[in-house]
């Protein structure tokens, strides 16, 4: 096959024998069906286990079809997210002194699936469940970065400085919102990537522009790292880049 | 300079975790570990110690690694699921057999046999509590009625028992190579053997239970220095050990007389601070030990147990296979409005707080052939609420105190529809603090506070900062207090269903 990618090509050949074996063989069968020395298919089953394509029994060693696998046609559940997200929110609040979100793509809509209050104990509402605008908001730039309508192909419906940003937002890795959707507010988010890469949530900080930009509009440091720092733990608590 | 860092383990019954707080007692580092449940014949659930042990290390070591370069982490402190019950040989390391889990109920008979015995009534006298097989006491006599040799070897002091902070304790500090044997005073209550007021074995309970006083580890204040944890760190403290519950109140920053946290997560425990007094109970909670800072005298505490809560979740998960994952009953239960008249009594080993039934067995009441498996996530979830009803009655019964508000955590606390409805069913608003972790924070705060990380507990307070919050609706609360009655017949239903 020219231009074919041969790890892949062997990847997909022990799916296949793990999958019509019903957990039923370990390495030692599985390189023997698929004509690859054991070493070999060691190492490509190691990383299809990392990524969750494959499980294996801990006491027989014996290979079977991972839940990553089955759940690559469905989205990641919305509750399942934020139970995972909820100790690096917590601590992304705690140490920004900010009020966090996370927020995912409920079909065409960026929806509000965790929220922890800003950290001086006022009077503050839940927001779960809550839709944002996804152009004025920094949590919705990065979903909307990184939503498939939008990767490698052009927007219809905003100009061409909306695109740019959005290009941006995908190259550097976070997005900023400067008083866009509220006046006064600001806001910081980066993705939150599943285990195969792909974005599945934004997790953002928001609080006065003033407090988390400079006069210059550029985010102060300490809180941008803490937010791509945040995103990324998540992304690792979701198996993203291995343990 | 570099940050001054507090490693807490968190030992569970489902998982061992690790984490790392700095001074404003925010997480730096997290890992976790499930472990091996067995359940050899029904109604037996069993831990393999040996496997903790290695979790432990390996979590511990991880964080360690983790935050390297950051900062120094200068001291330990240890939370433990309690009245787990662990025998193990003390030269060579080795358990006699599995540990016995708080939830295991083989020692049903063996308690009933105890319970008629006209010295019975000496127990809860001397310990605070009836005589139930939740206590370790009961099991750590079966352990030794069933293991060949063990007391004889026991009374030789060749064999060792601990609940899981000991277990943990000993093999930190060296096992078999001088490992130091101790309890903190919050396990050692939970035990049945502790004289509650002056914190020391009672020399009648243990010849009331049959137990070698020579297998008995030490009893320590939970706050103070207990060893050089040396299989981790050549110079670490382990400054604190609490069982997990307490360390929960303590990490809620529950400090004074009256404040109550409950906890959600294989069970759930609503604890309230009493202070220096020993609350007489008569309503259906139990008093128990809260926490000791060495030099200081002994808080206690009001507590209302609930075996079966996220459990019941992860029946849904394993034994029905309902949902993939936990937090997926809360999209199961938002695929209907309520229950569909549907009730779940999760009586699994019987009930403890406030009924105290260890016959009562589970039971799903109101089943039509419209209920669907989301009228059954729901009632899954509600059996929660209706639960931390029961306990909250009961305690202020016990208290004479109500409830401004209820301070949550555990893994639950991140289900949405459920923080909802324990704020509906109590009518009190349900707060959940910066911290979901505050078994780990609170094992943090002890050890922390003993090595000077922080000068007092009101250093610890001024770290707690709301989270969220559920604030109950007049309309939902009127409703569910007239659903209630419902529960109530269901509760009785599952406790005449276990009568013999
Ligand atoms: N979103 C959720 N909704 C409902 N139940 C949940 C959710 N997330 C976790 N659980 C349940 O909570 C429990 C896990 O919570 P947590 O991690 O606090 O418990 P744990 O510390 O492991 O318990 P323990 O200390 O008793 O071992 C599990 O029983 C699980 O079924
Ligand atoms: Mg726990």
Redo the contacts between chains.
């Keep these: 096959m020219p231009g074919s990618v041969q790890s892949i090509e062997r990847a997909a050949a022990i799916l296949q024998v793990v999958a019509a074996s019903g957990g039923r063989l370990g390495v030692t069968d599985i390189a023997e069906a698929v004509g690859l020395a054991k070493t070999t298919t060691h190492s490509l089953l190691r990383t299809l286990l990392l990524v969750g394509f494959v499980d294996q029994d801990r006491s027989t060693g014996r290979y079977a079809l991972g839940t990553g696998l089955l759940r690559l046609g469905s989205n990641l559940d919305v509750n399942e997210l934020r139970a995972r997200a909820s100790n690096w929110a917590d601590a992304l609040a705690a140490r920004s002194g900010h009020a966090v979100r996370l927020a995912t793509l409920v079909g065409e809509e960026v929806i509000v699936v965790h929220h922890v209050f800003r950290p001086d104990d006022s009077a503050q509402v839940l927001e779960v469940g809550v839709p944002l605008p996804r152009a004025t908001t920094a949590l919705g730039k990065v979903l909307f970065a990184h939503s498939h309508q939008h990767t490698g192909q052009r927007t219809t419906r905003s100009g061409a400085g909306a695109t740019a940003e959005l290009a941006e937002v995908r190259a550097r890795g976070w997005a900023t919102e400067r008083g866009e959707h509220e006046p006064g507010l600001g806001g910081i988010a980066a993705p939150v990537r599943g285990p195969g890469g792909l974005v599945v949530a934004s997790l953002g900080v928001s609080g006065p522009q003033s407090a988390l930009f400079d006069a210059r509009g550029v985010p102060r440091s300490p809180v941008l790292t803490m937010v791509t720092d945040a995103a990324h733990s998540v992304s690792r608590e979701l198996g993203h880049g291995g343990g | 300079m570099a940050d001054r860092y507090v490693l807490a383990v968190d030992q569970g019954t489902t998982s061992t975790r690790s984490l790392v707080f700095d001074r ?5 580092a ?1 890992r976790q570990r499930e472990h091996r449940q067995f359940f050899p014949r029904p109604g037996w659930v069993e831990h393999d110690p040996m496997e903790i042990w290695a979790n432990t290390q390996r979590t511990a070591a991880q964080v360690l690694n983790d935050v390297a370069g950051r900062g120094d982490v200068v001291a330990l402190g240890i939370a433990n699921q309690r009245e787990t019950t662990v025998v193990w040989d003390r030269a060579t390391g080795q358990p006699v057999l599995r540990a016995l889990v708080w939830q295991d109920t083989r020692t049903a008979d063996l308690v009933s046999e105890l319970a008629a015995r006209p010295d019975a009534d000496q127990v809860a006298e001397r310990c605070g509590m009836a005589i139930a097989g939740y206590f370790s006491g009961p099991r750590l006599r079966w352990i030794l009625d069933h293991v060949p040799r063990a007391r004889e070897r026991a009374e030789r002091g060749q064999l060792l028992f601990g609940t899981m902070e000991t277990w943990l304790i000993w093999n930190l500090t060296g096992g078999p190579d001088g490992g130091v044997h101790v309890t903190d005073v919050t396990n050692a209550s939970r035990t049945l053997l502790m004289d509650v007021r002056t914190c020391r074995w009672d020399p009648d309970l243990l010849a009331f239970f049959g137990i070698p006083a020579a297998m008995l580890p030490e009893i320590r204040p939970s706050i103070g220095v207990l060893g050089v944890a040396s299989a981790l760190s050549p110079a670490l403290p382990i400054a604190g050990a609490l069982g997990d519950q307490q360390a929960a109140l303590f990490g809620q920053a529950c400090f004074s007389p009256g404040e109550a946290k409950c906890t959600y997560g294989t069970g759930s425990f609503l604890l309230q601070n009493t202070g220096t007094e020993l609350v007489h109970t008569r309503s259906g909670s139990i008093s128990t030990v809260a926490y000791q800072l060495a030099g200081e005298p002994v808080r206690y505490a009001l507590e209302g147990s609930v075996a079966v809560a996220g459990a019941l979740v992860q029946w849904l998960r394993d034994g029905l296979g309902l949902i ?8 199961l239960a938002r695929t209907v409005s309520d229950n569909g008249g549907c009730y779940v009594v999760p009586a699994f080993s019987g009930l403890l707080a406030p009924h105290w039934r260890g016959e009562a067995r589970g039971l799903v009441a109101g089943l039509t052939s419209y209920v669907t498996k989301g009228h059954l996530a729901r009632a899954v979830l509600e059996a929660t609420g209706w639960q931390t009803r029961d306990v909250v009655r009961a305690m202020a019964a016990d208290s004479g105190l109500s409830l401004p508000a209820l301070r949550v955590d555990g ?1 639950m606390t ?3 529809l459920l923080m909802q409805f324990v704020a509906d069913a109590l009518d009190t608003p349900v707060v959940r603090p ?4 505050t078994v780990s924070l609170g094992a943090a705060y002890a050890a922390g506070l003993a090595v000077g990380v922080w000068s007092d507990v009101e250093a610890l307070r001024r770290n707690w ?6 604030s109950p609706s007049p309309a939902r609360a009127r409703a569910l207090t007239e659903e209630y009655p419902k529960w109530e017949r269901a509760v009785q239903l599952s406790i005449a269903w276990g009568v013999p």
């Design positions: 404003g007692g925010r997480m730096v997290v993939g994952t936990a937090p997926e009953v809360e999209t893994g991140t289900n949405n910066m911290v979901g972790e900062h709301r989270a969220a919050q559920w």
